[in-house]
Nanobody
Framework: QVQLVESGGGSVQAGGSLRLSCEVS????????MGWVRQAPGKEREGVAM????????NVAPSVKGRFTISEDNAKNTVYLHMDNLKPEDTAMYYC????????????????????WGPGTQVTVSS
């Protein structure tokens, strides 16, 4: 059974940094389309970063480009979201998500439909 567990959220001041982690278990880690999606109160979900695990493609949304980076540690079955220069508008619940069954790398774009989600981790940025 797929399990995605996020950690690393918290409260920071504007300009600060956080690193979110998503530990993956229950599936073969490589060759999965995964991403980070955030949702602020009263707003729609927004995909912020995508990765095809095991050394595949990565992508970040224009709204966070230059500030957020997605990476992975294959040995730890973990996907990371590095967030720098955080702004109050980055305040949201951040979810790790995956597409199952496995798909090809070309499918792993912001149009991919996630069907497995972690419980989320809250990020709060104060001005």
């Amino acid at each position: 059974q797929v399990q995605l567990v996020e950690s690393g959220g918290g409260s920071v001041q504007a300009g600060g940094s956080l690193r979110l982690s998503c530990e993956v278990s229950g599936i073969t880690y490589s060759s999965n389309c995964m991403g980070w999606v955030r949702q602020a109160p009263g707003k729609e979900r927004e995909g912020v970063a995508m990765i095809y695990t095991g050394g595949g493609s990565t992508n970040v949304a224009p709204s966070v480009k230059g500030r957020f980076t997605i990476s992975e540690d294959n040995a730890k079955n973990t996907v990371y979201l590095h967030m720098d220069n955080l702004k109050p508008e980055d305040t949201a619940m951040y979810y790790c998500a995956a597409v199952r069954p496995p798909v090809d790398n070309w499918y792993c774009t912001f149009k991919a439909r996630f069907n497995y989600w972690g419980p989320g981790t809250q990020v709060t940025v104060s001005s």
